[in-house]
């Protein structure tokens, strides 16, 4: 079992929304893993201890958790933050996502010269948000992943993504806000706006809800300032970049459940589906991976999305209890 799968069972079993048979499979991990079982146990202390924190207190019992488990020797150390949920809309994922309501996960990533850094991962059909030690939010997508140090050093805030996210960015002129990319970076000094980022996508896109961001290619020639209702979509195999206008509104708004396509073929909108749902999507016939679609869908589910699509353009698919299949 891998680590990911472990830490949501053990959460099942904390949060008492627990199925037959997961108690005895926790017990089975434990049993047969020691790095399981000292990852079970520093885990059970922090959702212990954190419990009854709530608001405000929810930092200061962070800091004591951090602090007792930095003391410890162990193999690993893995620390998860609670965090104040956005309503959640897969009906694939529903369950999964009960026992994220309470909190959301971060663990310790290598530390490089002296400065710990932190890091946020949601797996597909999961999303969170984050609040960053400058005061900066973060709403991070599926499939995604933040590192950033836990206390930003002097005269900077430096960041990295990878996958989907929105950031609302506290303002500090003196210290500029950046997000480096896997290809690209984005620097402001105080604004909101959307990254998508994801390493099997060919495109990056950057749109800007307030204030002002400047797009880098990662070759870094030049900088391009970004206004409100503008979007950089930059291809990272030919490094052409294209400036458009587009609405922020729903370039953001896969934070309260809004899916939105324009001219995207099959094959990209059963990624996307696959990441926020967290259901996998297979193609049984090549053809249907080509046709086009434009649409925007509003709490939908993953299945209600392609029964409307099918009737655009016909193409079949039946659901299973591990994955969506796609023919003609």
Do not use: C
């Not at 930095?70 to 965090?83: C, H, L, R």
């Not at 499939?143 to 002097?154: G, M, V």
């Not at 002002?212 to 030919?238: E, I, Q, S």
Request: charged fraction near 25%; proline fraction near 4%.
């Amino acid at each position: 079992m891998d680590r990911d799968n472990f830490l949501l069972l053990v959460t099942k079993v904390l949060s008492g929304n627990d199925e037959a048979g997961d108690r005895e499979l926790l017990h089975q991990q434990v049993a047969e893993h020691k790095e399981l079982a000292l990852l079970y146990e520093q885990y059970r202390r922090y959702y212990e201890s954190g419990k009854s924190n709530t608001g405000a207190d929810v930092e200061a019992a962070l800091a004591r958790t951090w602090s007792r488990i930095d003391t410890e020797e162990e193999t690993e150390n893995v620390v998860y933050m609670p965090s104040r949920s956005r309503g959640v809309w897969w009906a694939s994922a529903a369950a999964i996502l009960i026992l994220f309501l309470a909190g959301w996960w971060l663990f310790q990533a290598p530390q490089k010269e002296g400065t710990q850094m932190m890091e946020a991962y949601n797996p597909k059909g999961i999303r969170s948000q984050i609040v960053l030690p400058d005061g900066s939010k973060v709403w991070l997508s599926a499939d995604s992943r933040l590192r950033y140090p836990a206390i930003f050093a002097e005269g900077k805030r430096d960041i990295h993504l990878q996958g989907e996210a929105f950031f609302d960015v506290a303002p500090n002129p003196s210290r500029p806000f950046e997000v480096h990319l896997q290809k690209g970076s984005v620097r402001v000094l105080g604004t909101s706006f959307n990254i998508r980022s994801y390493d099997k996508d060919e495109l990056v896109t950057t749109s800007v809800a307030t204030g002002k961001v400047a797009f880098l290619g990662d070759d870094t020639t030049a900088g391009n300032v970004l206004t409100p209702g503008r979007k950089a979509v930059y291809n990272k195999d030919t490094k052409a970049l294209e400036l458009m206008d587009t609405d922020p509104l729903l370039d953001k708004g896969w934070i309260d459940g809004t899916l939105v396509f324009r001219s995207e073929n099959l094959e990209s909108v059963a990624l996307t589906l696959e990441r926020y749902y967290g259901k996998k999507i297979v193609f049984l016939d090549d053809k249907p991976r080509k046709f086009r679609f434009t649409g925007t869908f509003l709490n939908k589910s993953q299945t209600e999305i392609l029964h409307y699509l099918s009737k655009t353009k016909p193409f079949s698919f039946t659901v299973s209890d591990s994955a969506i299949l796609i023919g003609r």
